[in-house]
């Protein structure tokens, strides 16, 4: 049974006799409604954290209740990159990779410490200090691991950022490219980002004129 009082817009008043038949609502307003009630994560996991996102799809807490339940293993049917546990160097090329290969609109939750700032891990030389170094991320939830009821907060989270974009102003709707492709990071000796290749020339060629200096 839809609950319409969420669609319904403050400050419209509608008589008693009409109440649960006419609904006074803005577009925005049941675009992010529908958007927010069907939200589908993509179903892949890093470390420790993923049992935890694993265990808030079990009947004890119950994400279906959200419109949550479908976990999609393909990122082109997805519209939420929950990244939960530690990410590697190894990893990132394969996480941007998928975030550009899911469709706009999309959103990332950062699940965990590790996700966040690289957690208990960080100085690990293996290991990145927060996936928003190479993608945008919207919500970040704390903890090591979160509790399955720390996600649901999270994801409450990012319901709610749904509900104050506008169609005038999100980006998929404006004009120009459908979507934002991220460059894929390169893995060698050490991961490079392709976005600062030429602030690391300059470095390169400081550190070479200091040595010849």
Not at 19 to 44: A, E, H, K
Not at 50 to 61: L, N, T
Not at 160 to 183: A, C, L, M, T
Request: overall charge neutral.
């Amino acid at each position: 049974m839809v609950d319409h009082s969420e669609l319904q817009v403050p400050g419209y008043e509608i008589p008693p006799e009409m109440q649960g038949q006419v609904v006074i609502t803005t577009l925005d307003r049941i675009y992010n409604w529908g958007r927010r009630s069907s939200l589908w994560p993509m179903m892949f996991g890093l470390a420790c954290c993923a049992i935890e996102m694993i265990a808030v799809q079990a009947p004890r807490f119950d994400l279906a209740r959200f419109g949550m339940e479908v976990m999609r293993p393909s990122p082109r049917q997805s519209d939420v990159m929950i990244v939960a546990g530690t990410v590697t160097k190894k990893m990132v090329p394969a996480v941007v990779r998928l975030y550009n290969q899911m469709p706009e609109p999309k959103y990332v939750v950062a699940m965990g410490a590790c996700a966040s700032s690289g957690g208990p891990f960080k100085a690990g030389y293996n290991v990145v200090a927060g996936i928003d170094k190479f993608i945008p991320v919207d919500v970040y939830i704390p903890g090591c691991p979160p509790t399955p009821e720390a996600l649901i907060y999270g994801m409450m989270k990012l319901q709610e950022k749904i509900d104050k974009q506008s169609i005038r102003q999100v980006r998929w709707y404006q004009k120009g490219p459908d979507s934002v492709q991220i460059p894929v990071p390169i893995l060698g000796s050490d991961l490079i980002d392709p976005r600062r290749a030429e602030e690391l020339k300059r470095i390169a060629a400081a550190q070479a004129q200091a040595q010849e200096g």
